[in-house]
């Protein structure tokens, strides 16, 4: 008898792994075209939180929205430069305009000054004014002594003249008020902050200025172990901070 010839040609386990070899490489590109995508978004959102928290440089900043093949940011021709704001000014400028300020005060509100009721200082950063609750409250109230109210207006003249925004924060002692109209501490500081905002503002200072705030008994100037420390505790401070544009 005749012996047959073998087959020609690859083996049949050949066929089965060069097919499994094509379809890992379509996988491969796949995921290659998938993080290529990805990494494109990142440089979009890194370049837009970079523009959004911070604007000075966004002249130079690019257009988180164009984004060039290479995954760099490209400033479209469309932009306009952005005007830099003025530079503000010096340091020793500033603190003699806050003296300046404080010394108007001393002058204008002298008594109730001398008689510890009030006090002024000029920081780095504004001027602040403390009332001492014994003049303008009745301990557990928010209306203004009639007497020291004119005292406030006199304030709010000198406010008017005086540039930046107005905050005033009412405090109070670590002791839970005892009063069926007012909830809480939180409660009393920041209506007699707000009566204090009200007094300002019928005195002329524009009402965009003013900021009326309660911090309860979480900021004490003293530590709230005698009455006299509770007292010093108890008060009403006016913050003048100059206003960055």
Avoid: C
């Amino acid at each position: 008898m005749r012996r047959r010839r073998a087959a020609s040609g690859a083996p049949a386990w050949m066929t089965t792994f060069a097919d499994l070899m094509a379809v890992l490489v379509v996988f491969f590109v796949m995921l290659y075209a998938f993080s290529t995508i990805d990494a494109e978004k990142y440089e979009q959102l890194a370049n837009s939180l970079r523009q959004t928290l911070n604007p000075e440089t966004s002249e130079e900043a690019a257009d988180p929205s164009v984004i060039d093949l290479e995954g760099h940011s490209r400033v479209p021709s469309t932009v306009e430069p952005v005007e830099r704001p003025t530079s503000p000014p010096t340091e020793e400028t500033g603190e003699e305009e806050r003296r300046e300020v404080v010394d108007e005060i001393r002058r204008a509100l002298e008594e109730p000054i001398q008689k510890g009721l009030i006090k002024v200082a000029a920081g780095k950063s504004g001027v602040l004014i403390r009332f001492e609750e014994q003049a303008m409250f009745r301990t557990g109230d928010v209306r203004i002594d009639p007497d020291f109210r004119r005292a406030l207006i006199t304030l709010a003249g000198i406010l008017q003249g005086t540039p930046g925004d107005v905050r005033v924060a009412g405090h109070t002692d670590d002791r839970p008020i005892q009063s069926s109209r007012f909830r809480s501490n939180w409660a009393l500081s920041a209506e007699r902050a707000v009566s204090v905002v009200h007094a300002f503002e019928e005195g002329g200072v524009q009402p965009e200025r003013l900021v009326a705030e309660g911090h309860a008994h979480t900021r004490p100037v003293r530590s709230n172990d005698s009455s006299e420390d509770r007292a010093r505790n108890r008060r009403v401070d006016v913050y003048i901070f100059e206003r960055q544009e």
